[in-house]
């Protein structure tokens, strides 16, 4: 018997009788993380990390019944032994190790291997058999220093504000907007939020997340403010009666998308930054690598390419067919859209 399984409600541990980001409600889920495809609403216990807590709470309902652990700390499921270890994903991002008879498997949801300066640093875990994201699982996918892309971020914003316009940049509201947040160069101008990404880093900072505690877009703020300021919205904001508030701005988005040629043409913005919080190819397969697993089930993404590989290189590797989403060119806001 495999310590986990793949069933149509999600990674299932038999012998532990919980799921791992089930996408129907079950008895007892572990997260690996908040965003929307991993943290479904409906089950009747969640174990998370501690970073994870306010978030989901506000995501999924203030009454859940949630317990949260450390990174490291082993609880007893029915026998079985779990812990949660750094994902460097999002803010309380975790792998879920499960140890049973002997076997050690590791379930990574979605991770990046670059400390990014807000989240707690991905960590490998060792382990016989590993469960991976591919969501930029093709050599054309390598990322920058990501202390040359806010260079470029700020730089883009530098500009704009000399032109005397308003820098509006599109992204991820949990996750991708603290990371920029965290680094962006606040002798430029004023920086704002959209009322998703200001509510989400409300949670964070009460979980203990240090972050620029910067005002959200509101009816109240006089719009002279606006123009050489810098303004953080969500993908889902993009083309929308929001940004009617805003005069003359200038667009951009911050996606591993826009890797690709044409990817900002299809975004209809105007500049396009080449920000992920996934690994790309050499991460993904130096993840595999420190795992010194022998066996890999290929998730989310580019999966059938990366299987395909692993076995090229001697590994077992298994293409598997999930519901998680990965970086998908839309998101989900489930928090306040003011």
Not at 180 to 208: P, V
Request: glycine share 10%; net charge negative.
């Amino acid at each position: 018997m495999n310590v986990l399984e793949f069933t149509d409600k999600g990674i299932y541990c038999p012998a532990g009788g919980f799921y791992i980001d089930p996408w129907q409600p079950v008895d007892r889920a572990v997260l690996t993380h908040a965003h929307s495809d991993h943290a479904r609403r409906g089950s009747q216990h969640y174990l998370a990390h501690p970073d994870s807590a306010s978030v989901l709470r506000h995501r999924l309902g203030e009454d859940i019944r949630l317990q949260t652990i450390e990174y490291g700390e082993v609880v007893q499921i029915n026998g079985v032994q779990v812990s949660l270890h750094p994902a460097g994903h999002i803010p309380g991002s975790a792998q879920v190790r499960v140890e049973y008879g002997g076997e050690v498997w590791v379930a990574s949801g979605d991770y990046k291997v670059e400390a990014d300066g807000v989240c707690t640093p991905f960590e490998p875990v060792r382990c016989h058999t590993f469960i991976t994201e591919s969501t930029f699982g093709l050599p054309i996918y390598q990322w920058k220093p990501q202390s040359a892309l806010i260079e470029e971020i700020n730089q883009w914003w530098l500009e704009n504000r000399e032109a005397g316009k308003t820098s509006l940049l599109f992204g991820y509201s949990l996750g991708k907007a603290q990371r920029i947040l965290k680094h962006l160069d606040a002798s430029i101008g004023e920086i704002f939020l959209h009322g998703a990404i200001w509510a989400t880093n409300q949670a964070l900072m009460r979980d203990g997340i240090e972050l620029p505690d910067v005002p959200r877009v509101t009816a109240e703020i006089d719009k002279k403010r606006y123009p050489g300021s810098l303004i953080l919205a969500p993908p889902s904001a993009a083309g929308s009666t929001w940004t009617r508030k805003f005069q003359s701005y200038v667009t951009g988005v911050a996606s591993g998308w826009m890797n690709i040629r044409g990817a900002k043409r299809r975004k209809a913005v105007d500049r396009g930054f080449v920000v992920s919080d996934h690994a790309d190819w050499p991460g993904l397969n130096a993840a595999v690598e420190a795992t010194g697993a022998s066996r890999v089930y290929v998730t989310h993404g580019y999966q059938a390419a990366f299987a395909r590989f692993l076995r090229e290189k001697g590994l077992e590797a298994y293409e598997v067919n999930t519901l998680y989403e990965g970086e998908n060119e839309t998101e989900e806001e489930v928090m306040s859209n003011e």
